[in-house]
């Protein structure tokens, strides 16, 4: 944190209880909407290219992902994102945002998307027979220009809700690689084949600016003024005028490999490129440094005033907080497959199984440690899986495709199952499980040896078995999507087939009498079932809490919810714009939905058995909270006025606490305290206190006035006593030798205070 000299801020790790007002939390819990929503908790993926980026501010960034055809949002630096909209048949390349509502996005076809909402929604308008639109650039709320792959360039006069074709010069196959303006009169543009091209006229009509080599494709370019300009390009190319682009100096660049975009901000320059290859400068592209950030290619980079800058690198966000001096994966894409399957061990460990399709599709497993809330690669996927509490469970896919594991999918055993599309598994400990699935050979296979030998349990032709539940070690029960329905009171070792129900994708039983099917209920183990009305007949998942509340999960990611047994239902979560979901999971509070694309959706339902706790950050002169939603911060248990935003500025000597709550109305827990003391100590010295070496190594010596053994104790930069002792005498050696490096305060008993570094 970088605090003043004569500020510390630490945790406390004992205080007095606070002094909450009961009045204002209950109002901070009751003035919530309670309106859910969804939250795409797996926005990036293996097959994201980030394009475009622009920063707004140190905290608000937007990027277009290519492939996914999606523009997705940051509000926090670039640590968490989320996917505005998608536009899948003609997929955005680059984007203008004039501030965190008003944007233009320019996509392939010759399409065009306004937005006035940061890109939730958007307007679409063409410009047909223009190709693919490559770059924009807007100089006011008004004027603006467009770049294409056919080498036109397209001026708007009216914030991009008209265009007219300029003059560009350029042949169809000199497409347009970059804009950018100076005033209303003065711009320059790059393009394939070399050629820097220059306006005098506001567009209307462009030249050829200065020579250099034509074998160089320039893929973006930065002026600082209308002399001095910087550009960057195929082969590691750096070029660089001052005269206005009519002579161009070759600068010597460290890397050979292609740089794709460029990002300034004062003398700093950044330029981004191919094999993980970043190239920077601190005197406005006079010279450069090369690092190796990552062997991927990074196809945009975003800088703001303050020095945060955000990498769009194929498949993971990068971040850094140094002016790209050091950078941090942020956010790791997940599989870009076709989820079919979701299971959780318990409210924190879960897994999501995925097949390969056309389009890119990849087979794979995701496994989650936080109930949904975020996801990793977790190896090779396939259509089915489940996971028991004890966290033994097993997955299958196609062609008899079979994994087993006894720690949540952490650790994964490989195996063979049965020839046939396994589709759903259960497993009741490490070495039984059953697979089903088909059509081809379908039906219900066993095995009590983890799979060494499987033995076909339901043979009665190619039936197609889409899900599986067992309410304990005997009693189980079976649905296909094509109107099967079995049952089992042995363990799966027979089938017997039930009244019709018109099956389905899900099957699920609160105890061992009552279940229900995508349109049925039973009340008697499925002996008999009664017809459920006002449900939605594309309902893949259905879950009950009690026996009057549940919840049904439709494929497009509409949400019912019944607190009568299934009588009557009533939509509790909107459906998903481009969703395909495939299955669902209840846990603690929450649905988990996953669908096509590796897409996995969060949406809060209930509030949950164990409240989340915020945890408070120093950042800068501020202390912020890590959850998001309704505010409310504390100082000494007194709530803060205005102190309902992320951050907050610490001020005031004493202990701050918060509390979040969701837009359900659940409440967090109250945060652990964060003490603010401003001690007015220098770094090794102050009334009668001196400390030296300080820096520190294996030891220090703590000099005193008072002669009188006092107690003393060294705090870490959390508030933990790590350390604690008595003076002796004026001079006292204190080891150090067990403690990490890093920043500590030493407190006597008497209140003095100061800084000690361990190196």
Known sequence: MNQPKDTVYRKNRTFTPMRFSSSLLLSLVTSLACAQTWELTTPIKTYSEFFAMQMLDGDTAFAVDKPMGAILRTTDGGVNWERRIVNSFNKPMALWMWDSQRGIAVCEGSRIMISTDGFATASTTSQLGNGAFQCVFFLNDTLGWIGSDTGKILRSTDGGGTWVVMQSGQSTYNYITAIQFLDTDTGYASCYGGEMLKSVDGGLTWQAAGPFDQQVLMRDFHFYNTQEGVAVGSGGEVIRTTDGGTTWDSIPSPTTYTMLDMAVQGDVVMACGNWGRVMRSTDRGQTWSVAQVGNSDHRSIALSVGGRAILGTDGRIQCSNDMGV????????????VLNKVAFRNDQVGVAVGWQTSGGMEGGLLRTTDGGRHWSKAGGGGLGVHLTPTGAGCLGGGSGSFARTTDGFATRIPGNGPNVAIRCTWSFDALTHIVAGGAVYGGIYRTTNGGITWTHVLDVGNITISDLWFVNALQGYAVGEYGDDWRTMDGGLTWQEMTATNGGHTVFFLNDTLGWTRSFRTTDSGNTWLFMGGISQGTVSIFF???DTGYAVGNGGQTEMTTDGGLTW??????ILNAEIHDAAYVDGAIVAVGRWGDIYRGQVACPQNAPTPVITPQGDELCTNLSGSIQWYLDGDPIAD??????????????????????GCASTVSAPYVVVHTGVAANSGHGLRLYPNPAGKEFTLEVTDVTPQPFELLDAQGRIVLSGRTSGPRTNVELSDLQPGLYLLRLADGRTVRVVRE
């Open 326 to 337: 050091t950078w941090a994966v942020t956010n790791e894409g997940t599989y870009h497959t």
């Open 643 to 664: 102190g309902d935003t992320l951050c907050i500025e610490a001020l005031e000597e004493g202990s701050y606490t918060v509390v979040v709550a969701d837009a359900l």
């Open 545 to 547: 809490t009690s026996p």
């Open 570 to 575: 009533n939509t509790i979560l909107p459906g």
